[in-house]
Nanobody, 122 residues
Framework: VQLQASGGGTVQAGDSLRLSCVVF????????MAWFRQAPGKEREFVSA????????AYSDSVKGRFTISRDRPKNTVYLQMVSLRPEDTANYYC????????????????WGQGTLVTVSS
């Protein structure tokens, strides 16, 4: 399984971006896909996740109400719609997949994309 993330860029505070993550290889209905982010000098943190086969989602408190995760199974793609972006959202965003239910620790995810950089200026 390989993941390819895209959609990052440089925006101003209050703007929106949509990240995409394409899964090359088979994703099973029991899998979960997640977005993590890592700012310079900080640990990788959970952002959001979605169950591949169902509709369960999860969000970190810092993005709840501003970010929306969705998936398009025929396209093998997961999206992260981000609105009302803030400077503190600046980070490299990574998508990841695991065989099993949603978990928030990056150590629980087996496959990772290469990351896409989001920069939010004030």
């Amino acid at each position: 399984v390989q993941l390819q993330a895209s959609g990052g860029g440089t925006v101003q505070a209050g703007d929106s971006l949509r990240l995409s993550c394409v899964v090359f290889g088979r994703a099973y209905t029991s899998d979960s896909m997640a977005w993590f982010r890592q700012a310079p000098g900080k640990e990788r943190e959970f952002v959001s996740a979605i169950s591949w086969g169902g509709s369960r989602t999860a969000y970190s408190d810092s993005v709840k109400g501003r970010f929306t995760i969705s998936r398009d199974r025929p396209k093998n793609t997961v999206y992260l719609q981000m609105v009302s972006l803030r400077p503190e959202d600046t980070a490299n965003y990574y998508c990841a997949i695991r065989h099993g239910s949603i978990l928030t620790s990056p150590n629980e995810y087996e496959y990772w994309g290469q990351g896409t950089l989001v920069t939010v200026s004030s």
